[in-house]
């Protein structure tokens, strides 16, 4: 189907310029876990243009386009969009690109578009007032919902069973350098709780080690007396970030103001120690953590991680189901 085939308002057709760059930012998302924050100021300048232009057409095609299809869905997409993006980005529910991420649905899909593809209309299931953004951000949540289920039928289908097979799968432990997740393991057992991956890249840059060198010594930088006297920056963990790391990581001849005063048992591999030096917090990882993290990958061939969700994933996936299909909720309900 050209263009040319497709018959829909100017402002519903430059809307549909956002699917492409989220359908980038939830590979990139996938793949780094980091989204520049520059990527929605151009989309929130398309919508917030559309949104005006979409008010004037309204504005002057009547009263009832005016207060129904236009002022309504629009009051409800800024009004509760908006705020359940602000309130679960801070009580820690959606990272900051998840939150921007709605926020440019709610300004560029307050209203539901329109499509017409030659005998074919859609969205098809559309309810009778509403937001776009909200029918996008329910869709969203069902396709999370799924997730979990298809994770399990994996793990089953493989023969592995777990209390945690359906948030994650088991890899071997040279992957977890280039993988983005969480530990679901302590050296007692399985957790839901586990040491961010990042946080561990942090760690081990710090010190300028990698994960080999601690399971090839780890009774040595165990030892908190081996941190480096000038350790190196931690980065923010990304598998990709691009880092000079020396990689000494420090040796128990290190003069290290740290060596006379703190005692293996005092902060086994120096965890407490990494956290109170670099600015910020590594993803809520607290020593306890950290430690029972290096415990586990020191120790093990295989650990069980989970790779998380990113939620730009779901949320263009209910982005292209809300332009085919519509809303899958009121569509599941009827």
Same mark, same amino acid.
């Given at each position: ?22 359908? @980038? ?14 990527? @929605? ?24 386009? @005016? ?229 586990? *990958? ?13 939620? *730009? ?15 899958? *909720? ?5």
């Amino acid at each position: 189907m050209t263009l040319a085939g497709t018959v829909a308002m100017g402002p519903d057709l430059l809307r549909l310029l956002v699917v492409p760059v989220f359908a @980038w930012t939830a590979v990139r998302d996938l793949a780094t876990r980091r989204i520049s924050s520059s990527v @929605w100021i151009p989309l929130s300048l398309l919508g917030t243009a559309v949104l005006v232009w979409d008010g004037w057409i309204a504005w002057n095609t009547g009263q009832y386009a @005016w207060t129904y299809e236009f002022l309504l869905p629009t009051a409800i997409s800024l009004g509760l969009v908006v705020p359940i993006a602000y309130l679960f980005w801070w009580i820690g529910g959606f990272g900051g690109a998840d939150a921007k991420a709605l926020l440019v649905l709610a300004v560029c899909f307050p209203t539901f578009p329109e499509y017409t593809l030659g005998s074919w209309t859609v969205p098809l299931e559309t309810p009778p007032l509403g937001a776009f953004s909200f029918t996008i951000l329910t869709n969203a949540v069902l396709v999370g919902v799924i997730l979990p289920l298809a994770i399990a039928v994996r793990n089953a289908a493989a023969g592995r069973f777990a209390p945690v097979m359906v948030i994650g799968w088991p890899i071997s432990w040279e992957r977890i350098p280039e993988t983005h997740g969480s530990l679901l393991e302590t050296p007692t057992g399985r957790t839901r709780r586990g040491l961010d991956l990042d946080a561990l890249r942090m760690y081990l840059r710090w010190r300028g080690l990698s994960l080999a060198d601690l399971r090839d010594h780890p009774d040595r930088y165990r030892d908190p007396a081996t941190l480096p006297a000038e350790p190196n920056p931690p980065t923010d963990g990304a598998v990709s970030a691009d880092v000079s790391v020396r990689g000494d990581g420090g040796t128990l001849e290190s003069e290290n103001d740290r060596a006379s005063t703190t005692a293996v048992d005092d902060d086994p591999w120096g965890a407490a120690a990494f956290l109170d030096d670099i600015d910020g917090s590594a993803y809520g990882t607290t020593p306890e953590t950290l430690r029972d993290g290096l415990e586990v *990958l020191v120790t093990q061939e295989t650990v069980w991680i989970s790779p998380g969700t990113p939620f *730009l994933v779901p949320v263009f996936a209910g982005l292209v189901i809300a332009l085919g299909y519509g809303d899958l *909720l009121l569509g599941t309900l009827l």
